[in-house]
């Protein structure tokens, strides 16, 4: 019932269906007032510089576009990098140093799927989580950090930062802001980017199947068990045949729900993404596969505005 709630609530947002839509339409006067307070927002904030290159890797609408595979791609070529976010999904609160230079100082339920995510594949970098990302880059300035990335930052107008916005490949037929429709932005913001992003344009994205690490052929029974928004896209890179069992966006996995899963497909084989993979290990599924995922960014993606906001902190320092 769950499953059907959450993916019925998808399909309203982006891509409606007839009754969806009169939902939708009933709903614009909360939209209007909603767009007024993001208007509002924006046109008051005085942002500030923090004297420290802030790249921020986000998107418009609700949900995943690829921020966080975006921003482990980039942020891998920095030395002393930060990646700063939320941490939606996780027990705690406040500001925590998931990994140090690398080093994991938390574990999954403090720090969230995505920055564990991030922590594993970033073996350099600090990662913070934090509600407030204006002390989360006090912190990472405090621990040396040279360079920040706000993951899912766009929206944080205070901050003075460059701007990279991803657009999804599939643009949702549903293009009012929340609650009538995905977008947590109005679309014309995409405007406002340093940089945008395509999705099957600028980027894609590349799966390859893992067993313990190694490459693997997914046995011909196999469940796709995940906890991400939208979970429908990621049946294009796996075989027709397969199931699926979805959960909210963050979900956190119980051992209640992994027995009832393992009672009742005996004999399949699971597989999962990377963010939920760092959540699910712990219980030990037998013939657990992930779904690796990689970035490859296109040759003519043009980077020279974000270089040269970089070394314009670096030309700052030496003054």
């Known amino acids: 019932?769950?499953?059907?709630?959450?993916?019925?609530?998808?399909?309203?947002?982006?891509?409606?269906?007839?009754?969806?839509?009169?939902?939708?339409?009933?709903?614009?006067?909360?939209?209007?007032?909603?767009?007024?307070?993001?208007?509002?927002?924006?046109?008051?904030?005085?942002?500030?510089?923090?004297g420290i290159p802030v790249i921020?890797?986000?998107?418009?609408i609700v949900g995943g576009s690829g921020k966080t595979p975006i921003t482990i791609k980039l942020a891998s070529k920095y030395e002393n990098a930060c990646i700063i976010l939320r941490g939606y999904g996780r027990a705690s609160k406040g500001l925590y140093v998931v990994s140090l230079n690398g080093k994991i100082l938390e574990d999954v339920k403090t720090s969230g799927d995505?920055?564990?995510?991030?922590?594993?594949?970033?073996?350099?970098?600090?990662?913070?989580?934090?509600?407030?990302?204006?002390?989360?880059?006090?912190?990472?300035?405090?621990?040396?950090?040279k360079i920040i990335f706000l993951d899912d930052g766009f929206s944080k107008y205070q901050i003075s930062k460059f701007n990279i916005l991803l657009r999804p490949k599939d643009e949702?037929?549903?293009?009012?802001?929340?609650?009538?429709?995905?977008?947590?932005?109005?679309?014309?913001?995409y405007a406002q980017a340093d940089i945008e992003l395509l999705e099957g344009s600028d980027f894609k994205r590349v799966i390859s199947i893992k067993k313990d690490?190694?490459?693997?052929?997914?046995?011909?029974?196999?469940?796709?068990?995940t906890a991400i928004s939208k979970p429908k896209r990621l049946l294009e890179f796996l075989p027709k045949n397969i199931k699926m069992i979805s959960f909210p966006?963050?979900?956190?996995?119980?051992?209640?729900?992994?027995?009832?899963?393992?009672?009742?497909?005996?004999?399949?084989?699971?597989?999962t993404t990377g963010k939920d993979f760092v959540k699910l290990e712990k219980f030990n599924l037998k013939n657990l596969y992930l779904m690796d995922l990689e970035i490859q960014i296109d040759e003519k993606v043009n980077f020279s505005l974000m270089d040269e906001y970089i070394e314009s902190f670096k030309k700052g320092a030496q003054k």
């Open 56 to 60: 921020s890797v986000g998107n418009i």
């Open 172 to 189: 949702p037929t549903n293009i009012f802001c929340l609650p009538s429709g995905g977008y947590r932005e109005p679309k014309g913001f």
């Open 114 to 145: 995505e920055a564990m995510l991030l922590a594993n594949s970033l073996p350099k970098a600090t990662i913070i989580v934090s509600e407030n990302r204006v002390k989360a880059i006090l912190k990472a300035k405090e621990l040396g950090c």
């Open 213 to 225: 690490g190694v490459i693997s052929e997914l046995p011909a029974k196999t469940l796709l068990i």
């Open 249 to 271: 966006d963050h979900y956190d996995f119980t051992k209640d729900d992994i027995s009832k899963i393992e009672e009742e497909y005996k004999d399949y084989s699971f597989i």
């Open 1 to 50: 019932m769950k499953q059907k709630l959450h993916l019925w609530i998808e399909d309203y947002l982006f891509f409606p269906n007839a009754l969806q839509k009169i939902i939708s339409f009933l709903l614009l006067p909360l939209t209007f007032i909603y767009m007024l307070i993001i208007l509002t927002k924006r046109a008051m904030a005085k942002p500030i510089n923090f």
